[in-house]
């Protein structure tokens, strides 16, 4: 299943504007939505800048990158609860949405309009398969080799398995190896 690479681009930014509300409503584990937030975030950026930026010679999401990966690093050492981790947090919402809009009023228009729908696709190829390889590395780091429950949740977004956000990760486990 090919999908263009602003769809999956797109996505994404979805998917850590929720995990970021998340954190700021303080629901569920707060060290396993950054942990999730982490991984998601890193591999994103660097399937970003190798698979994407070349295309568009957009240096200028670099600087951004970094600086959002040190405000990353203090946010998974912070203890949630704390005003250092929600001043962090807080830091990293705003570097973050300034550049998921920049990204999707700027850069991907203008991707859009240079690239045909082909070179789109193979793009989308591309980010994927690098952005899950970096993914895959996090997380396996994170849990000592064992698979992870964002791991297994976004296998099972993947393979669109129904229910699976009320899943726990035994349940996601079973589900997403029914699935294979
Ligand atoms: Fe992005």
Do not use: W
């Not at 203008?110 to 993914?135: P, T, V």
């Not at 956000?165 to 486990?173: I, N, T, V, Y």
């Amino acid at each position: 299943m090919a999908t263009d690479v602003i769809t999956l681009i797109t996505n994404d930014h979805r998917k850590v504007e929720a995990l970021f509300e998340r954190l700021k409503k303080e629901e569920g584990d707060a060290k396993a939505t950054v942990a999730e937030l982490h991984a998601l975030l890193t591999a994103h950026a660097r399937a970003e800048e190798d698979r994407v930026y070349p295309d568009l010679d957009a240096h200028h999401g670099l600087e951004e990158h970094k600086e959002a990966e040190v405000l990353l690093d203090e946010l998974v050492r912070a203890t949630p609860g704390t005003l250092e981790f929600r001043q962090t947090l807080e830091k990293l919402v705003e570097s973050v949405n300034h550049h998921v809009e920049e990204e999707e009023s700027d850069l991907l228009p203008q991707l859009a309009q240079q690239a045909g729908d082909k070179r789109l696709q193979e793009l989308g190829k591309a980010f994927q398969q690098r952005r899950d390889e970096e993914l895959q590395a996090l997380m396996s780091v994170q849990d000592g080799g064992d698979v992870t429950k964002a791991e297994l949740y976004e296998q099972a977004q993947e393979a669109d398995i129904p229910g699976r956000s009320q899943m726990d990760k035994e349940e996601l486990k079973e589900a997403v190896r029914k699935n294979a």
